[in-house]
Nanobody, 126 residues
């Protein structure tokens, strides 16, 4: 069974940085993408960034372009989200998720994902 475990969340001041990690296990295919999503209470979950394992293609939401960087260690089956220049509006629960056989940027759409982690809280103080 696929399991995704996030880590790296915490409290940081505005303008600071955090790196989130998503460790995947139980993978039975090599054709997948892992994405990062965030959700505040009472709001819809939104895609932040995702990366395809096969060619390391990356996708970003407009709100984080130039500030966040996604990367992967395929051998370790871990995906990272480096978050710089954090703003108070980046405060959210962050989730990683996996989709098999991804096409294009659909790994940014919450409804496309097959498996989800339990999330990690990021709090940015102003």
């Amino acid at each position: 069974e696929v399991q995704l475990v996030e880590s790296g969340g915490g409290l940081v001041q505005a303008g600071g940085s955090l790196r989130l990690s998503c460790a995947a296990s139980g993978l039975t295919f090599d054709d997948y993408a892992i994405g990062w999503f965030r959700q505040a209470p009472g709001k819809e979950r939104e895609g932040v960034s995702c990366i395809r394992r096969s060619d390391r293609s990356t996708y970003y939401a407009d709100s984080v372009k130039g500030r966040f960087t996604i990367s992967s260690d395929n051998a370790e089956k871990t995906v990272y989200l480096q978050m710089n220049s954090l703003k108070s509006e980046d405060t959210d629960n962050y989730y990683c998720a996996l989709v098999w056989f991804p096409g294009g940027s659909r790994c940014l759409r919450p409804g496309s994902m097959d498996y989800w982690g339990k999330g990690t809280l990021v709090t940015v103080s102003s």
